[in-house]
């Protein structure tokens, strides 16, 4: 069995945040259903599939913010070795682009 296509998607940085973003965000998503208006009376599969698009939407967030900090850092492995200025830039470009879009 080769096992070699599997261990470079999980050495891919951006499909590590990818899902690891995904599945945080979508959690989060789910537990703020109850607060969300008109979604009381909604069709759960109306509800999971906002969820899915809200948290499809947040991933593609943290990706942008992490190529933006790569451009920083001259690497996309800065990651590994996380310093004051990219780690700023990530965490600004995430926060600018989620006040912009909400």
Known sequence: MNLQPIKQASDNIEANL?????????????????FYQGFASADHLAAVKLCTQASAGDSLITI???????????????IFNIRRIPLLVYWAVGLI????ME
Request: hydrophobic share 65%; net charge positive; proline share 3%.
């Open 64 to 78: 942008i913010a992490f190529w933006s900090a790569s451009l920083i850092a001259k690497s996309r492995r800065w």
């Open 97 to 100: 682009i989620t006040i912009v």
């Open 18 to 34: 990818l899902v690891f973003s995904f599945l945080l965000n979508f959690v989060w998503e789910m537990w703020q259903v109850p």
